[in-house]
């Protein structure tokens, strides 16, 4: 009888270190995400300073930076789609995860459009000056001829 109550002890410290050990495994893999949550509010803070800052990000820094906080957001969405019910993680916070990288996307494609736009704009700038052209106000070749002012009483 002692041995048996042992054995069940044993048996019982066992799966109580199984479970501990699972859970330990749990919480390590489930903590894998916060590398990338930390990531995404470092991202998030740098873009909010650089519109409250004096010299603003060129339209190019801003993709960049839209560009990252994208791809840390596809591997968020990667992470909690692939650990979602051993982590135990709540639909208010996937699909919470998913709306915000789904406005980052609508921001980094309109910025990105705007830098290419910027880009393609200066390029041409670059090839008018280097021709020689260039003189006029508004980057055209400017006017030419004579205007004559009306004589009399004005």
Do not use: Y
């Amino acid at each position: 009888m002692a041995f048996r109550t042992f054995a069940l002890a044993a048996a019982a410290l066992a799966g109580c270190t199984l479970l501990n050990a699972a859970a330990f495994a749990q919480s390590a893999e489930c903590g894998a995400i916060q590398k990338t949550l930390e990531e995404r509010k470092a991202l998030v803070q740098r873009a909010n300073s650089a519109s409250n800052a004096k010299k603003k990000m060129t339209p190019a820094e801003a993709c960049a930076l839209f560009g990252k906080m994208q791809t840390n957001g596809l591997q968020g969405i990667k992470w909690i789609e692939a650990n979602k019910e051993w982590c135990q993680i709540p639909d208010s916070f996937t699909e919470g995860f998913k709306a915000d990288h789904q406005k980052v996307v609508g921001i980094k494609t309109k910025i990105c459009g705007m830098a290419a736009q910027a880009a393609k704009m200066e390029a041409q700038a670059k090839a008018q000056a280097a021709n020689g052209g260039g003189g006029g106000l508004l980057g055209g070749p400017g006017l030419t001829g004579s205007f004559k002012l009306p004589q009399g009483a004005l």
